[in-house]
């Protein structure tokens, strides 16, 4: 079943976390194997240059990073690739946890470039990820691909169909890093949904509360990350990797819900619960 089929077939949603399904054709050119998404044309190149996630050997074939757009330029697609490259450089453990996890990243130039790839309606892809240059796909259970979505800075011009902004590269780099939050929540059995993460979240809710004067304007504007666990955590790692490109977000998540971002941040540096008294006073772990 080609990647078409497969969204098509699980109703996919994008809106963060959705579903992607591909068993792709390759096809060797030279020593690059390269993927034609569902046979639509869309070629997909592997952009080869070290050991860790998200690039895993030194061959087309073995590779977790592809660049699907049009340009030749060798350069297109690394603004994705060395943040990425950078998460797993510090934690090493991170980068095994996504190979393991097949976890593919796909560069697109658009989402018009990854609505023809995915067979789906130009409009609907571009309403959904208007504003938001990355995006997570979990497969069906059993299916062993999973993958981040990534639009590069170039802009949807195609008559008919919206025009889509640009995205900085900056946003990239850090929607990339909150994607794969995502993807190391869920394979560290949700973190997002742990008890000691349930038991910090309403101690982050109410000092936020309590300590913010701007907090019914915040909560209003910032609904989407802190009133989702998945998504805050997400945030949290996207943070604690080292990129704050959300403001006055990321600021104020790292001010008003010190419990839960410690937590998040130890998983990532040490990939365990933090020790009971390093947390702050108002944290009940």
Same mark, same amino acid.
């Given at each position: 079943?080609?990647i078409?089929?497969k969204?098509?077939?699980?109703?996919?949603?994008?809106?963060g976390?959705?579903?992607?399904?591909?068993?792709p054709?390759? !096809?060797?050119e030279?020593?690059?194997?390269a993927?034609n998404?569902?046979?639509?044309?869309?070629?997909?190149?592997?952009?080869?240059?070290g050991?860790?996630? @998200?690039?895993?050997?030194?061959?087309?074939?073995?590779?977790k990073?592809?660049?699907?757009?049009?340009?030749?330029?060798?350069?297109?697609g690394?603004?994705?690739?060395? @943040?990425?490259k950078?998460?797993?450089?510090?934690e090493?453990?991170?980068?095994?946890?996504?190979?393991?996890?097949t976890?593919?990243v796909?560069?697109?130039?658009?989402p018009?470039?990854?609505a023809?790839?995915?067979g789906?309606? @130009?409009v609907?892809?571009?309403?959904?990820?208007i504003?938001k240059? !990355?995006?997570?796909?979990?497969?069906?259970?059993? %299916? @062993?691909?999973?993958a981040?979505?990534?639009?590069e800075?170039?802009?949807?011009?195609?008559?008919?169909?919206?025009?889509?902004?640009?995205?900085?590269t900056?946003l990239q780099?850090?929607?990339?890093?909150?994607?794969?939050?995502?993807?190391?929540?869920?394979?560290?059995?949700?973190?997002? %949904?742990s008890?000691?993460?349930?038991?910090l979240?309403?101690?982050?809710?109410?000092?936020?509360?309590?300590?913010?004067?701007?907090?019914? !304007?915040?909560?209003?504007a910032?609904?989407?990350?802190?009133?989702?666990?998945?998504?805050?955590?997400?945030?949290?790692?996207?943070?604690?990797?080292?990129?704050t490109?959300r403001?006055p977000l990321?600021?104020?998540t790292?001010?008003?819900?010190?419990?839960?971002?410690?937590?998040?941040?130890?998983?990532?540096?040490?990939?365990?619960?933090p020790? !009971?008294?390093?947390y702050?006073?108002?944290?009940?772990?």
């Open positions: 079943m080609n078409k089929q969204i098509l077939a699980l109703g996919a949603l994008l809106l976390v959705g579903f992607l399904g591909a068993s054709a390759f !096809a060797a030279g020593y690059i194997t993927i998404l569902g046979g639509t044309g869309v070629m997909c190149e592997p952009r080869v240059g050991t860790l996630w @998200p690039v895993n050997g030194t061959t087309g074939a073995n590779s990073f592809y660049y699907c757009g049009t340009s030749t330029a060798a350069s297109r690394f603004s994705v690739y060395n @943040p990425l950078g998460i797993s450089n510090v090493p453990t991170i980068g095994t946890l996504m190979t393991t996890n976890v593919r796909y560069v697109f130039d658009s018009l470039q990854y023809q790839a995915s789906q309606n @130009p609907t892809v571009w309403n959904a990820q504003n240059p !990355a995006f997570s796909l979990f497969t069906a259970l059993g %299916n @062993p691909e999973n981040i979505i990534v639009y800075n170039v802009p949807d011009t195609a008559a008919g169909y919206p025009a889509v902004k640009p995205q900085s900056t780099n850090h929607d990339s890093r909150h994607e794969t939050g995502h993807h190391f929540d869920r394979y560290n059995g949700m973190l997002s %949904n008890a000691t993460f349930n038991n979240y309403p101690d982050d809710q109410a000092w936020e509360a309590a300590n913010n004067p701007q907090t019914v !304007a915040d909560n209003a910032f609904a989407y990350w802190w009133g989702n666990k998945e998504e805050l955590f997400a945030e949290q790692f996207a943070i604690a990797t080292g990129s490109a403001s990321d600021a104020d790292t001010n008003y819900f010190k419990c839960t971002y410690r937590f998040t941040n130890n998983w990532y540096m040490n990939q365990a619960n020790a !009971a008294g390093t702050a006073t108002q944290c009940t772990p």
